[in-house]
């Protein structure tokens, strides 16, 4: 909070560079006064703010803050941030918010932001986005906003894959037990519905259904993903090759 610009950006950069640290990245999300800190950091200058994304992103790795983060009114930044910044801080805004949307319990909240369905289908449809690393981790926050409880998405094959409720691995017993089951199948009647409802009737669909040519590989796939789980059918019923 220093009003001295060298000392600012030079805590940002240790935060940053504590943050990359794989036993300090729950600690730091823990402690009641960094993730504020981080926020209040974008509204200096650029150097600052790209310090601030880049930790951000470390944060949202792992699983365990990925509700903490959202709690703290995390995405509203990351939203308001990603239209303004360069490739760079637009990446690790985007990945913030992919990582940040495979927690179940923040799928609906991330929907419900102001302006982030809008600022998505923006960046999606951006045809000069379509060779940079931005695009695709957003198709990737896509995909693991409409996925069912229970599994993400990754960008490297686009597969979804077994995952734990809340992304804890501590509570993998409790998903399979009664009670577990019970909560993903009203999460899956609930608020996936909310969240399908909303998808499908913004621009995120067009974006999504627009023809694949000139796409990367891994947005691609990351499009069929997500238009099977919107349309809740297999991979044999929906494939952009058979279009």
């Excluded at 504590?18 to 200058?45: C, G, H, N, R, Y």
């Excluded at 959202?70 to 990945?95: S, W, Y």
């Excluded at 990754?154 to 809340?166: D, F, M, Q």
């Amino acid at each position: 909070k220093s009003t001295n610009s060298r000392v600012r950006r030079g805590g940002a950069r240790m935060l940053e560079r504590i943050s990359t640290l794989e036993e300090s990245k729950v600690a730091m999300a823990q402690d009641p006064t960094t993730v504020p800190l981080l926020l209040s950091l974008f509204k200096f200058d650029y150097n600052t703010q790209i310090t601030a994304a880049r930790t951000l992103a470390e944060l949202a790795e792992a699983p365990r803050n990925r509700p903490m983060l959202v709690a703290m009114k995390c995405v509203p930044t990351i939203i308001e941030f990603l239209p303004q910044g360069d490739e760079e801080m637009r990446f690790e805004l985007a990945r913030a918010l992919a990582d940040l949307a495979m927690a179940v319990d923040n799928r609906l909240p991330i929907v419900n932001c102001s302006g982030a369905i809008a600022e998505l289908t923006a960046i999606m449809t951006d045809e000069s986005a379509q060779s940079g690393p931005v695009q695709p981790e957003i198709f990737r926050c896509v995909a693991n906003l409409v996925a069912p409880a229970g599994s993400v998405v990754t960008i490297e094959a686009s597969t979804v894959e077994s995952n734990v409720v809340g992304e804890l691995e501590e509570v993998a017993e409790w998903r399979r037990s009664s009670e577990g089951i019970a909560w993903r199948n009203d999460y899956n009647t609930t608020d996936l519905d909310r969240i399908h409802m909303k998808v499908g009737n913004s621009g995120i669909i067009g974006a999504l259904m627009a023809q694949p040519h000139g796409r990367q590989d891994s947005v691609r796939r990351l499009a069929e993903e997500s238009i099977r789980n919107l349309m809740r059918v297999s991979p044999t019923e929906f494939d952009f090759a058979k279009m």
